[in-house]
């Protein structure tokens, strides 16, 4: 579809703010945002649909946004016995319905069961998430969730029931905006968009702009495009990254599986230096593990050449 939406994050620009992050667990009522007795300095939470991390340098940047990608084949949804997930090829949503999603049981129409197929079978990592998701979600049993790029209402779903009338809280640019796409050189031209008057409420509250709304045919323009000097670009569906001065590692959907350790690792054994200084480690770290084993081994029966 030509006006398929679609989040751009140019990681240079993010300063991890945390304003994103912050905004979405508003929006979402979610869970674990306000330290309590019980989680005195919470500040994650599992239930958060984005997250902003560190990929090299210990803790300082690129910053790089985790959450869902919204594939344009979405693999979670191929398996569902229920077919709950679905592809808005308007929003570029991937959408879950959450009156189809039955986790752990038997649809009697096809005879098949849900052993969480869509976490299986997500290829970024391990969403969609099982469970509540919301402090205002009105079901009691566990649902599968995820970033929903801000698409739907509180009267429908995943809130039908829950008291609450109208759109989800969502931003429309200003009048200067007037609905057109604001990226360089943009093919869409002074067409105005009719979905850029709903933008993600992580977009429109990010402060230093490190994240764009617009059409996945715009941004795909803007990524393709030789003049901007792009060192590392990738994406799919609707969620894309790029950045000029870093190569960054395509981040997992699910934050919670990306360990800080792996990226960072990345960063050190790309560098000179640190292959030099890590190299003793290594070495040592290897010797231990001979002497270890060698140590084990003398301890076992001996075997004969017969049990080789």
Known sequence: ??????????????????????????TWHMKGI?????????????NQRVVIKSQKRVDMGPFVRFSC??????????RCPYSAIQKNTTTGAVWINPNLCKP??????????????????????????????????????AKAWKCT???????GAPYAGAGLGGDLPTKAPGADDARVSQLPGAPSGSNPIAELDHQPTCVYTCPAKAMVYDTRVNI???LNDSGQGWTSRFGDGSMFWASHKFMVAPPRADPFMEDHVSP??????????????????LLVGGLLALAARRAKMEQEPSMTGEEL
Not at 119 to 128: A, E, F, L, S
């Open 34 to 46: 306000v330290p309590s007795d019980d989680l005195p300095h919470a500040s994650l939470d599992p």
């Open 220 to 222: 795909l323009h803007y």
């Open 149 to 155: 790029l801000c698409t739907g209402t509180y009267t």
């Open 69 to 78: 990608w919204h594939c344009e084949n979405p693999p979670c949804g191929q």
């Open 264 to 281: 960072m690792l990345g960063g050190l054994l790309s560098s000179p230096f640190a292959k030099a200084a890590l190299a003793p480690t």
């Open 104 to 141: 752990d049981t038997l649809n009697p129409a096809n005879n098949q069961r849900c052993v969480h197929q869509c976490k299986i079978d997500c290829q970024r990592g391990g969403v969609p998430m099982i469970g509540a998701g919301s402090d205002l979600a009105p079901f009691t049993t």
């Open 1 to 26: 579809m030509p006006n398929e939406m679609a989040i751009l994050q140019e990681v240079d620009k993010c300063v991890r703010c945390n304003g994103c992050v912050i905004s979405c667990k508003r």
